[in-house]
């Protein structure tokens, strides 16, 4: 909006030239975003206390004893602040001509609503039932299919990329639909199963995401693509403002969900970031670099896959407790000793990750 009201006049004034710069508008946007969630937090965290009571987040029965005695009666549904901290900035600071701004907010957004929904059917009922599996995961398809349709209608899209290869492409055609529900789906899901502990999920997202704001910057810039040898996807460096946005939100939120935690993102947050993360990566064609960059939400994920399946084909659980945050925890670990080793992990895959825009 900014950019719309502000950049024309730079006829008159040299100083709303820098409102044409991408670089420019990402820092405006992570302090913007920041900024609402420091002066909407604490009112919103009341606010949901007051409407969900003494009950706050369901807590599993099956899950850690402790939970049940330190985390019950925290507010759930937190991940409205991130999203409306991420809303307000990323129209104030984006290119709203830009397509794949708005197909990006449509899966966060879309997901966001399933995700309240699904908190929204728990806190009421104080169960940990919400949306069936089923419902959830067609509604998370359809918005997906959609969001697709409009990147290859965009121009973008359709083909799949290597790190460290310039001249491995795989061109999907209509494969790339369900690689598209894949990604997003998985992305969204991903994360939401990494939502157990204060901070766990947020941290790797901040990662996540100041990562492919680097990457979409690069990928919308036709000399750095071309120097870097990746795809040169026009009108994706707008993106960086987005994640930019996502940066000053999630940082926002973390603020009040550091441990120990005043309130929980519940599904409304965790299913949108993943779902942001992997229409961001889907537009930049850098999905493989985002199964690297988060590969604590894909160690979370596989901890659950090898868990159910090795108590169903054999009979005996691999870990003690899945996701793996878990088994740590019944170890013994306190829970600030998982979360920071688990931010290290994501500092690490983050740098191998811009790594691979190098090396090639």
């Given at each position: 909006m900014?950019?719309?009201?502000?950049?024309?006049?730079?006829?008159?004034?040299?100083?709303?030239?820098?409102?044409?710069y991408?670089?420019?508008?990402?820092?405006?946007?992570?302090?913007?975003?920041?900024?609402?969630?420091?002066?909407?937090?604490?009112?919103?965290?009341?606010?949901?206390?007051?409407l969900?009571?003494?009950g706050?987040?369901?807590?599993?029965?099956?899950g850690?004893?402790?939970?049940?005695l330190e985390?019950?009666g925290?507010?759930?549904?937190?991940?409205?602040?991130?999203l409306?901290a991420?809303?307000?900035?990323?129209?104030?600071?984006?290119?709203l001509?830009?397509?794949y701004v708005?197909?990006?907010?449509?899966?966060?957004?879309?997901?966001g609503a399933?995700?309240?929904?699904?908190?929204?059917?728990?806190?009421?009922?104080?169960?940990?039932?919400?949306?069936?599996?089923?419902?959830?995961?067609?509604?998370?398809i359809?918005?997906?299919?959609?969001?697709?349709?409009l990147?290859?209608?965009t121009?973008?899209?359709?083909?799949?990329?290597?790190?460290?290869?310039?001249?491995?492409?795989?061109?999907?055609?209509?494969?790339?639909?369900?690689?598209a529900?894949?990604v997003?789906?998985?992305?969204?899901?991903?994360?939401?199963?990494?939502?157990?502990?204060?901070?766990?999920?947020?941290?790797?997202?901040?990662?996540?995401?100041?990562?492919?704001?680097i990457?979409a910057?690069?990928?919308?810039?036709?000399h750095f693509a071309n120097?870097?040898?990746?795809?040169?996807?026009?009108?994706?460096?707008?993106?960086?403002?987005?994640?930019s946005?996502l940066?000053?939100?999630a940082?926002?939120?973390l603020?009040?969900?550091?441990?120990?935690?005043?309130?929980?993102?519940?599904?409304?947050?965790?299913?949108?970031?993943?779902?942001?993360?992997?229409?961001?990566?889907?537009?930049?064609?850098?999905?493989?670099?985002?199964?690297?960059?988060?590969?604590?939400?894909?160690l979370?994920?596989?901890?659950?896959?090898?868990?159910?399946?090795?108590?169903?084909?054999?009979?005996?659980?691999?870990?003690r407790?899945?996701?793996i945050?878990?088994?740590?925890?019944?170890?013994?670990?306190?829970?600030?000793k998982?979360?920071?080793?688990?931010?290290?992990?994501?500092?690490?895959?983050?740098?191998?990750?811009?790594?691979?825009l190098k090396?090639?």
């Amino acid at each position: 909006m900014l950019y719309h009201l502000l950049y024309p006049l730079s006829g008159y004034w040299i100083g709303f030239n820098l409102f044409k710069y991408i670089t420019f508008r990402s820092i405006g946007a992570v302090l913007t975003a920041l900024l609402i969630s420091f002066v909407i937090g604490p009112w919103m965290i009341r606010t949901l206390q007051r409407l969900q009571g003494k009950g706050g987040q369901p807590i599993r029965d099956d899950g850690p004893q402790r939970h049940l005695l330190e985390k019950k009666g925290t507010p759930t549904m937190g991940g409205t602040l991130i999203l409306l901290a991420l809303l307000v900035s990323t129209l104030l600071w984006s290119d709203l001509s830009n397509r794949y701004v708005w197909v990006v907010l449509l899966c966060t957004f879309g997901f966001g609503a399933i995700g309240f929904w699904d908190d929204y059917l728990k806190v009421s009922k104080q169960n940990t039932k919400g949306v069936p599996g089923k419902i959830r995961l067609l509604w998370q398809i359809l918005i997906v299919t959609v969001a697709a349709w409009l990147v290859l209608k965009t121009g973008g899209g359709g083909e799949l990329r290597f790190p460290l290869f310039k001249e491995w492409v795989v061109q999907m055609g209509v494969l790339y639909y369900p690689f598209a529900i894949l990604v997003v789906v998985g992305a969204g899901n991903a994360v939401n199963l990494t939502d157990g502990l204060d901070g766990l999920a947020i941290g790797p997202t901040i990662l996540t995401a100041m990562t492919f704001a680097i990457i979409a910057y690069m990928s919308g810039h036709a000399h750095f693509a071309n120097y870097l040898g990746i795809s040169y996807v026009v009108g994706s460096g707008e993106l960086a403002v987005f994640c930019s946005a996502l940066v000053g939100a999630a940082l926002g939120f973390l603020w009040f969900n550091t441990y120990p935690a005043q309130v929980f993102m519940g599904d409304v947050g965790s299913l949108a970031l993943g779902a942001a993360l992997g229409s961001v990566a889907l537009v930049t064609r850098h999905e493989i670099v985002l199964a690297i960059v988060g590969g604590v939400f894909v160690l979370e994920t596989l901890s659950v896959i090898i868990q159910v399946a090795s108590f169903k084909l054999v009979g005996r659980r691999v870990f003690r407790m899945a996701p793996i945050h878990h088994h740590f925890e019944l170890k013994g670990w306190a829970e600030p000793k998982i979360i920071v080793r688990f931010w290290i992990i994501s500092v690490i895959l983050a740098l191998i990750g811009l790594a691979t825009l190098k090396i090639r």
